[in-house]
């Protein structure tokens, strides 16, 4: 086995949130024995995985990264993924070792720490191994090995991208570019089909439906939904449709057949829909329920071959249909046995139950201000409901995420995971939540890193589902604006 010595001032990549500085030293590795390709490898041994630095004994005083080896590389740090394949813009390794504005975007400190800054080919060396996926010497790309993966899903508003993380380890394992155009589209909604072959996504400002396979991440299909503001998406629980719903003063609802990719009917009405936003499809397939956001009701259209057909349900005992109310419906979900579905109310700071079979009100449950999007869990009686601008729960914070025992129509405690919590994902296999805070307001906690399509990074946390309380120390830093969720099981 070959073994080369190699002389240069130790250095340090962080993507953690300090970082400490190296003494000279003669490093001694070996390439083949480290699983990296020989060109990048010979720089990361040699410049970054050295005594003090971000080798297996220093690790610890270097944001907990070793870069040792391959397999080590893609354990990450304490901040996240250190390396996405294929996206040397997400990866952190390239943003704080590139120090040429002509290769993209530069990270401060520039590392290696206490050195001379890697040569322009060392960089581009780096970048082009990155931007092939950052395969290891036998030619394998860490995340690829398995198409039953499970992953979680979270679109990134402020970059055209989807975040795609590995559940098993809770790294950054993709991000997935969407829209059609060089504008920013604003991927607002993604959602996983039941037989969890594919994730669906709508942008805000796209005109196009979009698929993906979760095997792979990669583009399967898309189907024209024209102009609108797309907020939500409906999946059938036969994986065949999607419903795309336009969130307008006059709103519409956009029905996609998804083996043929092709918009097969409109839902609209006389004005039917108004402020349209919240969505969920029965248990049964045949009815699809949708939120007046601005309003006191939801509206239940008849989806099935006897369709179409129009019904309001009015939530707060008036009676009387009220597109200006209190209530403010944003979001509608089922229990997982399809006997009722909950609605959050951000206007007043509730969710309410509601009996599936006669629509009558069960309960109104008093959580934080302002709730928006949902989880429930199928092994525990527990919903997550994340307060987006929830002040009032933690003095001196921004959000909060509320659980409700769903069984009995009981708050049983809250948790303060990040900075304007939104999108929410349940994983039952690992008992855990992702939550997704996005970060927006400039009083926000200031990002690590900024990313090549600028804006305030986002970032992700979990909810430990046994204690109910935020999992310590894991927090992953995304691109801009996080906003919507949803796990592969």
Known sequence: MKRLVLFSGLTALVTGSFFSGCKKDDPVYDLEASGYPKEPGIILLSKCATAGCHNTQSKEAAAGLSLNSWNELFEGSRAGAVVVPYSTDNSTLCLFANTYEDLGVTGTPTMPINA????????????????????????????????????????????????????????????????????????????????????????????????????????????????????????????????????????????????????????????????????????????????????????????????????????????????????????????????????????????????????????????????????????????????????????GKTGSVWIVNYQNNTAVGSVNTGYQPHGIAVNDSKREVLVANRNINPNGPAPHHTTSCGGRNGYVTFIDMNTLQLVPGKKLELAVDPYSAAYRK
């Open 116 to 395: 001379d800054p890697l040569s322009r080919e060392e960089v581009k060396t780096l970048m082009d191994w990155v931007h092939a996926g950052a395969p290891n010497a036998n030619g394998e790309v860490a995340f690829a090995e398995n198409p039953f993966r499970k992953k979680y899903y979270v679109t990134n508003q402020g970059c055209d991208v989807v975040t795609v993380i590995d559940a098993a380890t809770d790294l950054q394992a993709r991000y997935i570019s969407v829209g059609n155009t060089s504008a920013v589209e604003s991927p607002h909604y993604v959602r996983v089909t039941a037989d969890g072959n594919y994730w669906c996504v709508v942008s805000l400002a796209g005109l196009k439906l979009q698929k993906f396979r979760t095997a792979d991440d990669q583009l399967a299909g898309e189907a024209y939904i024209g102009p609108g503001y797309w907020n939500t998406i409906a999946l059938s629980n036969d994986s065949r449709y999607a419903y795309c719903v336009d969130w307008q003063t006059t709103g519409k609802v956009v029905k996609v057949d998804l083996n043929t990719m092709t918009a097969v009917e409109t839902y609209q009405g006389g004005g039917e829909l108004i402020q349209s936003h919240g969505s969920f499809v029965s248990p049964d397939n045949n009815t699809l329920y949708i939120t007046c956001q601005s309003g006191n009701y939801i509206t239940k259209v008849d989806v099935s071959v006897n369709g179409p057909g129009f019904e309001k349900v009015v939530l707060d005992g008036s009676g009387i249909p009220n597109p200006n109310s209190a209530l403010k419906i944003h979001e509608v979900a089922f229990t997982p046995d399809g006997s009722k579905y909950f609605v959050t109310c951000q206007g007043t700071g509730e969710v309410r139950a509601v009996d599936a079979a006669t629509d009558q009100l069960l309960a109104v449950i008093p959580i934080g201000h302002d709730p928006v999007e949902m989880s429930f869990s199928e092994q525990l009686p527990y919903m997550f409901i994340t307060c987006m601008d929830d002040t009032v729960t933690y003095p």
